[in-house]
C-alpha cells in the first residue's frame, strides 16, 4: 500500500465574511429564544398542573364546604373514659367490671373493640383503651 504525502508550506484557513457570521449569529440567537420560550412553556405547564392538583386534592376538607347552621353552634362532644391497662388485665374482666348493669359482656366487648380499632382481643401492658 502506497500513501502520497505532500510537503506544502502554504496553510489555508478559511475565512467568513461579515454578512456569514451575522446570519449565523441572528440564527443562534434565534434558536435560544425559541428554546427559552419551550422551556418556559414546560415550566408553566408543570407548575400549572401541580397547582391544580393540590388545588383540588383538599376540595373534600375546606371550610368553606361545610355547612354549619346556626342551630348546630353547641356541639356534642362524647368524652370516653379510659383506662390503662395492667398486667394480667383481659378484655372480659374490663367489661365485667364497667358494662351496664342489663348489659350482654359479649355486646361490650365487641364494642371495646370497635372503639378502639382492635383486630382482636390481645392487650399489652401500658395500652389505653377508652370506654364506651
Known sequence: MYIAYSNTSTSHTPQRSASTSKGMLTFNLTKAVIRFVIAAAILGTVFSFGAMVQAYAGEG??????????????INIKTHEQIVIQQGDTLWDIAS?????NEDIRSYIL????LNHMTNSALQEGQVLLLP
Open 97 to 101: 367490671s364497667h358494662k351496664n348493669r
Open 111 to 114: 364494642k371495646l373493640k370497635s
Open 61 to 74: 376538607a375546606t371550610a368553606s364546604s361545610i355547612n354549619v347552621s346556626p342551630s348546630s353552634s353547641s
